[in-house]
């Protein structure tokens, strides 16, 4: 069974632009979440999809942004990229969206840089 | 709110040492605790899980156990290799109220194994 898969791996932008991330769940996992990750900050919860639908979103300003495909693949956008947004981005599938425990696997990451 | 707190790093041993890494965590609710690793480069790798209190979560020579009294899940090995160098994450999840697909995770202790 084929893993997280995230695209592109490598990511250069400049401040003011725009940058869209993607992200494909393992097969049959319907729930999609996203992480920041900096030196400063750790990992921080960005937002989770589920169904194509945005269940919560993390404390990020709204230039942060995302959304879900029918086929559970998922997007991050940041508009109006500042020299902060630099970071590892991680994107997660887990199985299912019931109550209790539900394991989630990441991705290798997308690392963008912002100058 | 829900926080993680594990020990500072770097940690560095040399190979066939003893490891512990310290974790704990505040939680409004009963937690899922668990441990990742990433190695240089890459995503994040579940190490091992805890679902419940007294619990024990183990995987390729590591151990953790869940213990509900002192709110912790220290991460121990008795013999580390140079392989073992990663950097190490503590997390957990609530498994109720919806919450279960949203890590909240340590800063994370960079170990380093000497040959």
């Known amino acids: 069974k084929a893993g997280v898969t995230q695209t592109p791996r490598y990511l250069i932008k400049t401040r003011g632009q725009q940058v869209t991330l993607s992200c494909s769940p393992i097969?049959?996992?319907?729930?999609v979440s996203w992480y920041q990750q900096t030196p400063g900050q750790g990992l921080q919860f960005l937002f989770e999809y589920f169904s194509e639908t945005q269940r919560n979103k993390g404390n990020f300003p709204g230039r942060f942004s995302g959304r879900q495909f029918s086929n559970s693949r998922s997007e991050m956008n940041v508009s109006t990229l500042e020299l902060g947004d630099s970071a590892l981005y991680l994107c997660a599938s887990s199985a299912t969206s019931g109550s209790g425990y539900n394991e989630q696997f990441f991705g290798p990451g997308t690392r963008l840089t912002v100058l | 709110g829900n926080s993680v707190t594990q020990m500072e790093g770097p940690v560095t041993l040399s190979e066939e040492a003893f490891l512990t890494i310290n974790c704990t965590y505040t939680a409004t609710g009963y937690p899922s605790l668990f441990w990742y690793v990433q190695y240089p480069g890459e995503g994040l790798q579940l190490l091992l899980k805890a679902t419940k209190a007294d619990d024990k979560g183990s995987n390729k020579g590591f151990e953790a156990t869940y213990r509900k009294e002192t709110t912790s899940f220290h991460l121990e090995k008795g013999s580390v290799q140079v392989s073992d160098s990663a950097v190490y994450f503590c997390?957990?999840?609530?498994?109720?109220?919806?919450?279960?697909?949203?890590?909240?995770f340590g800063k994370g202790t960079l170990l380093t194994v000497n040959p």
């Open positions: 997390a957990l999840t609530l498994n109720s109220g919806g919450s279960n697909y949203k890590l909240t």
């Open positions: 097969s049959g996992h319907r729930s």
